[in-house]
């Protein structure tokens, strides 16, 4: 069965410093991979895509995200914070069924 | 554009009542699913309907179903609430349900009492 892994549960960042959240996935097979964001009091909203192509997967608002196939995973990134960064991300994998399967979610907080 | 909505916002319901939650997608969307996430979780899948028929199911029981009607809208129903159905219910459209950029409406807060 596909399952999504993220490892970072709860992140604490000062502003302009680098992130990056682990994502490790389980499927051998073709896979789309997604990261959202949920802000506090929002709903999910799409950061960014992998389903094919270049690895380097750019996003909204600064992030970006590589697929590293042979290690399975999708880590997000992005070089320096800020304040409005504080959120919620969710991991999240689509496979061979039109589900996504989505990680525990890393929880950010980004102090000024 | 309106994005995906969902109704109602928020909701409370007594163990053993049965709960209705609605979803308008995105115009031109043919795909809804419904996820539940419940506190400190990830968004589990419940079901996915493309073109009024069911594509998906997950691991939920029988207590749960849904239906998507002619405009694409959906309702997910829970039947026989207990308190461990009280979570944030999802809805997310997309053009073609082929896991290509779904979009998430705001929720419903289901709390069980």
């Known amino acids: 069965a596909q399952s999504v892994s993220q490892h970072n549960h709860h992140v604490i960042l000062s502003e302009a410093a680098s992130l990056e959240l682990g994502c490790n996935y389980s499927y051998g097979g073709t896979v789309n991979l997604f990261w959202y964001v949920q802000y506090p009091g929002q709903h999910l909203q799409l950061l960014l895509k992998?389903?094919?192509?270049?690895?380097l997967v750019k996003g909204i608002k600064g992030f970006e995200a590589e697929f590293i196939k042979s290690k399975f995973s999708f880590n997000l990134r992005k070089p320096s914070v800020q304040w409005s960064d504080t959120a919620e991300y969710f991991c999240?994998?689509?496979?061979?069924?039109?589900?996504?399967?989505f990680g525990t979610g890393t929880r950010l907080q980004v102090f000024p | 554009d309106a994005g995906v909505t969902q109704s109602p916002t928020h909701l409370i319901k007594t163990r053993g009542q049965h709960v209705t939650l609605r979803c308008s997608p995105i115009?031109?969307?043919?795909?809804v699913s419904w996820y539940q996430q419940v506190l400190g979780q990830g968004p589990q899948f419940i079901f996915q309907y493309y073109e009024k028929e069911e594509r998906g199911r997950g691991n939920f029981p029988d207590r749960f179903s849904a239906r998507q009607f002619p405009n694409y809208s959906s309702e997910l129903n829970v039947n026989a609430l207990l308190l461990g159905d009280s979570a944030l219910y999802l809805c997310a459209s997309s053009p073609s349900g082929q896991g290509y950029g779904y979009t998430f409406g705001s929720g419903t807060r289901l709390t069980v009492v």
């Open positions: 115009s031109g969307h043919k795909s």
């Open positions: 992998y389903f094919s192509g270049d690895p």
């Open positions: 999240a994998v689509n496979a061979d069924t039109d589900k996504l399967i």
